[in-house]
């Protein structure tokens, strides 16, 4: 089926009843000529792409963007086999996926002193290309992002995600032509602050009004008013393997060692990447600023107990390639992983 083909009600695929896609707060979905979708290859996000697939979007009309955290560079602060496994699931369906980051990663940004941050760097269809890094004021970090709603001090999320995006947009003339749809997969469930999103709006990158360079970009959250168990559901009904960190016992994929993470998550990282958990207890020492507001990393450990864990997994969700298939053979079952519903752990 072509885009322009979808009719005001798309049938859902697997013979569900047919789903109203232009309602109020909804995107009409055959006004736009792409469709980029933020793919961190968590539970959020993949229920996302399979959301436009049921709805019949066509697959060469879609990208995957996936932010990489540590710019490219060494895991610091991410799982080392999430690029394999977003670049499996692209594969997988046969869709395109770019990555971007900024140069030298959370770890760079981090270690910011006297200095101005560093410019980021995307691929675009024609290539990678680097934009940023020039203005902005010098400026001192030497801390790691703190635990807030408020993104100036959790400044991972801006830095590292949302300008990221923001820079690949602006700086690719091919968002100058046609509708784009930038799609995100926060969902109101999972936060006060992420309740009060709207489902749908223009982009921050949107100047469709402008007089020069007009762009249209329209910004939709398809799943934030999808309960936990409607992610799930779109996953099972699609037989996707999740990523090894929800059958390590993570309710999300987000950076291995998020500032977000619980007793339990630090404990477990300090089982299984243990020279990771000694460098950034170091970092909290240095900085004399604990990821915490109030107890430092050793001590949080101290008297909790790890997740109990497969050796199989753990080597999985370590290794920097993703050997495992992302949908699931006909015999094999599909199961809940172990962090589904459980310790989620995320932005506020
Ligand atoms: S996953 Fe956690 S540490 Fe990583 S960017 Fe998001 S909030 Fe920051």
Redesign the pocket.
Known sequence: MKLDDLPVEARVAGGGEPAVVEAIGQPVLSDYHRFVVAFSGGKDSQACFLHLVELGVPLDRIELWHHD?DGDGDSF??WPSTRAYCRAFADAFKVSIYFSGKEGG?RREMLREGARTAPVWFETPSGRRRAGGEGGKEGTRLKF?QLSADLSI?W??SY??IDVASLALNNQERFLTGRTLFITGERAEESAARARYKPFEPHRCDNRDGVRRRRHIDHWRPVHSWPEEQVWSILERNRINPAPAYKLGWGRL??M????GSDSQWASIAKIAPGRFREIADYETRFGKTIHRTRALGERIRDTAPYEMDEAVIAEAMSSEYRGPVVLPPDVPWRLPKGAFGESC??V
Not at 257 to 260: G, R
């Open positions: 955290v602060m991410d959370f992002p959790r991972c999320s590292l995600k987000s950076c060692a998020c500032i977000f995320g932005p």
